[in-house]
């Protein structure tokens, strides 16, 4: 069992930025996949970004490539979001995934199916 607890969401202008982090728990951190998913209002629940076990390889979806970046430290069993130039479309729940499998340790995976643990979310709110 792996619990994760994301931290860091609120209420921010556009174009600003925020950092949400995310603890794991357990000692096998450093073998996990890591994403990043969020939901808006009204709407289903999409992928944002995930990243593989030594932080090396990450993906991002199209609507945040550029403004967002996922990081690590395996020291701390803590995945980072750090989100720059954030608009009112960002807002949404983020919650935080980890993927055990080691078949995709190398290439994390875009696919929600795919995550075995999530956390409970934390709201961000992008508005004037």
């Known amino acids: 069992q792996v619990q994760l607890v994301e931290s860091g969401g609120g209420l921010v202008q556009p174009g600003g930025s925020l950092r949400l982090s995310c603890t794991a728990s357990?000692?096998?951190?450093?073998?996990?996949?890591m994403g990043w998913f969020r939901q808006a209002p009204g709407k289903e629940r999409e992928f944002v970004t995930s990243?593989?076990?030594?932080?090396?390889?990450?993906f991002y979806a199209n609507s945040v490539r550029g403004r967002f970046t996922i990081s690590r430290d395996n020291a701390k069993n803590t995945v980072y979001l750090l989100m720059n130039s954030l608009k009112p479309e960002d807002t949404a729940v983020y919650y935080c995934?980890?993927?055990?499998?080691?078949?995709?340790?190398?290439?994390?995976?875009?696919?929600?199916?795919?995550?075995?643990?999530w956390g409970q979310g934390t709201q961000v709110t992008v508005s004037s």
């Open positions: 995934a980890a993927d055990l499998d080691p078949i995709r340790a190398t290439i994390p995976s875009s696919l929600q199916f795919e995550y075995d643990y």
């Open positions: 357990g000692r096998l951190f450093n073998t996990y996949t």
């Open positions: 990243i593989n076990w030594s932080g090396g390889y990450t």
